[in-house]
């Protein structure tokens, strides 16, 4: 497998600007607890035509009941023209309504696809954590646009957007051990990702696999199956990939 120079180039730089706007943002914050998470996703679907590879940094952290994560995602080998696969931004608030614990969330996503069309999603999602299973339930307003570069080649003056509101974001997940066990196996049915939100008719279906080496490191592996139009009438399969990641945790606290 060849990695493109350009996609090589763009991955470096990636992965140095998330980190230095971590750093920033622990120095606003020395009593935050912050987790940086780097993972692989190899894979082959209907449009890819062959084996694509994305690189993905995410950095988090957590003061209070608040937490805030930004992440970027590059193409290493793709028959995409850009380099840059996706950006996401995720700020959640916990609360604690009669014992009942639950999670609030604001995300915004941008999927520069195509030199043509570009993709942006803004959204909310509450979730809600037990023992062994995993909820998430949201709407979310997807715009499709038009670039400004494509405007020009092909004169397009008016229509240059797509909006669809109030689409149904859904997670469902259950794991073999409880959350906080130091390895752990769990299967989820969703149309999210970190940088994905499906229309609801193509659920995702992955299986994971954690292990903590220590507190503060750890561990997982994916394998997720896409579908397209599991919910309609005819089903087919669009594609699959598997992801590998390390996560890194460090509560400032100490």
């Not at 980190?19 to 120095?27: A, P």
Request: glycine letters at 6%; one cysteine or more; proline letters at 2%.
């Amino acid at each position: 497998m060849t990695i493109e120079p350009k996609y090589l180039m763009n991955w470096y730089y990636s992965k140095h600007l998330t980190i230095v706007l971590l750093c920033l943002i622990v120095t606003f914050n020395l009593e935050a607890q912050v987790a940086l998470s780097t993972f692989i996703d190899i894979g082959e679907n209907n449009v890819s035509e062959g084996i694509y590879v994305k690189s993905s940094v995410l950095g988090a952290y957590q003061f209070g009941e608040t937490k805030i994560t930004a992440g970027s995602q590059i193409n290493l080998k793709s028959n995409s023209t850009n380099a840059l696969a996706g950006i996401s931004i995720n700020v959640a608030q916990e609360f604690t309504i009669k014992e009942f614990q639950f999670e609030v969330a604001g995300l915004f996503l941008c999927n520069p696809f195509s030199e043509v069309m570009h993709e942006s999603n803004w959204g909310v999602l509450v979730n809600v954590k037990r023992t062994h299973f995993m909820y998430k339930l949201g709407t979310s307003f997807r715009t499709y646009r038009i670039t400004k570069k494509a405007s020009e080649n092909y004169d397009i003056g008016s229509n240059k957007s797509l909006h669809e509101n109030w689409n149904l974001m859904y997670l469902v997940g259950y794991n073999l051990k409880p959350m906080d066990n130091n390895w752990n196996l769990s299967m989820t049915l969703t149309n999210i990702d970190h940088f994905l939100i499906n229309q609801e008719t193509n659920p995702m279906v992955y299986l994971r696999g954690t292990y903590d080496v220590k507190s503060s490191l750890g561990l997982y592996m994916e394998t997720w199956c896409k579908s397209a139009g599991s919910l309609n009438i005819s089903a087919n399969n669009f594609g699959f990939f598997f992801r590998t990641g390390v996560k890194w945790n460090l509560d400032l606290k100490k």
